[in-house]
């Protein structure tokens, strides 16, 4: 039994040694960080990017996939429908003009 009680303080002081010497590096390092004559390279990592940078680049490629999708099905109906680009603008300003669609608004699928 005493030879654990022994073998437990061994333990202990180790830990206690190996703690005193993490607390005297991690001491060392933060005096050099307050350094202004540091020369120490700190690797840094990418700028951290703020919650409405990512949220506005997502809502960029949102757009920019939209107006893509928009693309395509204007093609589209200007070819189901064998329209030209000046036939297709002249609807939708009428459209705009009689308040039959408002230019903010997308016009519902039908079908």
């Known amino acids: 039994m005493k030879y654990q009680k ?3 303080q061994l333990d202990e002081r180790e ?3 190996k703690f005193r010497e993490l607390d005297d590096a991690f001491a060392q390092a933060l005096r050099q960080l307050d350094d202004p004559n540091n020369s120490m390279d700190i690797p840094t990592g990418p700028p951290v990017r703020s919650l409405a940078d990512l949220e506005a680049d997502d809502q960029a ?3 920019e996939k939209r107006d ?3 693309n395509e099905r204007v093609k589209a109906l200007i070819s189901e429908y064998d329209l030209s680009e000046s036939e297709l603008s002249e609807l939708i300003q009428t459209l705009l ?4 669609w408002e230019l903010q608004t997308v016009p519902p699928l039908s079908g």
């Open 6 to 8: 022994v073998e437990k």
């Open 61 to 63: 490629a949102l757009t």
């Open 68 to 70: 893509q999708v928009f």
């Open 97 to 100: 003009t009689y308040e039959r």
């Open 15 to 17: 830990k206690l040694r």
